[in-house]
């Protein structure tokens, strides 16, 4: 039984749930509530809300004048290409039964999803409209390679970039998200016997018990070790560490943030896909933990150069909600405390002292937030989420209760969600990027560059003077 046990732990994290349309669990006789349905489609409007405008502003303004229009339109056109790609196969490949690592193709184009369609909560019993879980997760398809577009901002080809982003897309992100979030749903675990034929057929890591909420892997780590790798591959910016290449708006930097930590809430409460107490907390664990982030990261700053900055409560607040992400639905409000305000000092490292020891030209820091805040989470997860530090413990779909906890064997599925996630996406985006150089060409030429984007790869630019 224990065995089993340590085979459900990520049963009441996981977000990916098996269409139940004419399933074995009669599925079809549930009605989904009004009010889950509404509010997952709140939800999956404030992730959107994320990535455009909230993303696009963030990393927009980070920018130099002369490329703020092609970081918008990076972000606007990766958004709208991996909503296209969802629907064609994406939402198959890694929410339908396959192997451990992919889903199948009896869902493309969508295939066989109707109005009537329901999909899983994590509930026995209760569903939601399949349709607008497909594009809820859409949205977490969508903003994720988005996420990569700051590390190498300023100098990658436009063409290299959307080639790049359908390589990675395909091999990187749906594997990870069956990986993590594919399972049978609650109510195939109705003994140990049939927990353990479902589990079987359940991803990689959720069969390790590793667990994650809203995308500590699947979303964060996963892009953040992408963008390192494509720094480094694509190079330094010319002049970089000889010319300023300060932030050119702060004020849109700022407003980003703020759309960001808005719609994230659609992101972290919205994963739970029910309108329930355990929504509202991780809503709770979302707002603590981003205040606290800011608030430490920006107090850190302040010892540290004298001067509280704009910049820093907006990258403090990033953040914290990178590292409360894996948590949110898992911890109690004391637990997303402590993991804001690890968050700030650890990621504020992660964009100063571990990012001279790396080398790379990471332009808007997207390993240092995103890739440190993403496994500061996860492993913290692992840890607060025991239920003598105030944490909901691992919910035991046999049993119908919460199970026996113990922090290590937590801590080691963690390991085995960050590693995996590391190992997984990194050969992929070495892989991605070295077809691209061959095929495109990754970088665009010294004089475009100096030119700047906006001008030399879409002649526009987002200012007129």
């Given amino acids: 039984m224990k065995k089993t046990i340590t085979s459900l732990l990520a049963a009441s994290l ?15 006789a549930l009605v989904p509530d009004k009010g889950d349905t509404s509010w997952m489609i709140v939800a999956t409007v404030l992730v959107s809300l994320m990535t ?95 996420l990569i577009l700051g590390a190498f901002a300023e100098r990658m080809k ?13 091999f990187a992100y749906l594997p990870m998200a069956h990986m993590v979030w594919y399972w049978a749903g609650p109510d ?14 359940a991803g990689f890591l959720f069969q390790k018990g590793a667990i994650d909420f809203a995308g500590g892997t699947v979303v964060h780590i996963n892009a953040a070790i992408a963008g390192l790798i494509g720094a480094f591959m694509v190079g330094k910016r010319v002049g970089f560490g ?12 700022m407003i980003g943030a703020s759309l960001l930590w808005v719609g994230w809430f659609g992101f972290n409460a919205g994963s739970n896909l029910e ?3 355990l929504a509202a907390l991780a809503f709770g664990n979302t707002m603590t933990a981003t205040a606290a982030a800011t608030l430490s990261w920006l107090f850190t700053e302040w010892m540290i150069k004298g001067k509280p900055s704009m910049l820093g409560a907006a990258s403090g607040a990033v953040a914290g909600l990178v590292a409360i ?32 020891i790396l080398g790379a030209d990471d332009a808007l820091d997207v390993f240092g937030v995103h890739g440190v805040g ?92």
């Avoid at 009896?106 to 879980?133: M, Q, R």
């Avoid at 948590?327 to 990621?347: D, Q, R, W």
């Avoid at 113990?406 to 960050?418: F, H, Y």
Wanted: aromatic share 12%.
């Fill in 14 to 28: 996981a977000i990916a749930v098996v269409s139940y349309a004419g399933s074995a669990f009669a599925a079809d």
């Fill in 52 to 146: 455009i405008p909230g993303l696009a502003l963030f990393y927009g303004g980070l920018v130099r004048t002369k490329n703020m229009l092609s970081l918008l339109m990076q972000v606007f056109t990766v958004f709208a290409l991996c909503m296209v790609l969802w629907v064609v196969y994406g939402y198959s490949l890694a929410f339908t039964e396959g192997n451990a690592f992919f889903g199948g193709l009896s869902k493309i184009f969508l295939k066989g999803i109707t109005v009537d369609s329901v999909a899983a909560t994590f509930s026995k019993g209760v569903v939601i409209p399949e349709l607008i879980y497909v594009f809820f997760q859409a949205t977490f398809a969508a903003i994720t390679p988005a």
């Fill in 158 to 170: 436009f063409s290299a970039v959307l080639a790049f982003i359908f390589l990675w897309f395909t």
């Fill in 188 to 201: 195939a675990y109705t003994d140990a016997d049939a927990a353990a034929k479902a589990t079987a057929t």
């Fill in 242 to 253: 000889k010319e300023s290449m300060a932030p050119h708006s702060l004020t849109m930097t």
């Fill in 275 to 277: 309108a329930n107490g």
């Fill in 325 to 356: 992400t894996p948590a949110c639905g898992f911890v109690g409000i004391g637990g997303a405390l402590a993991i804001g305000l690890l968050a700030g000092i650890v990621c504020l490292w992660g964009v100063t002292g571990l990012k001279r």
């Fill in 374 to 465: 993403g496994m500061l989470g996860a492993l913290l997860t692992g840890i607060f989420a025991n239920p003598a530090l105030g944490g909901g413990g691992v919910y035991d779909y046999v049993a119908n209760s919460v199970g026996e906890y113990s922090t290590s064997a937590q801590v080691i599925s963690q390991l085995w969600g960050i590693g995996t996630t590391l190992i997984w996406s990194g050969i992929v985006s070495v892989i991605a990027y070295k077809i691209v150089d061959l095929v495109i060409g990754l970088r665009v030429s010294e004089e475009e560059e100096r030119e700047g984007l906006d001008t030399s790869s879409h002649g526009e630019s987002a200012y007129k003077y």
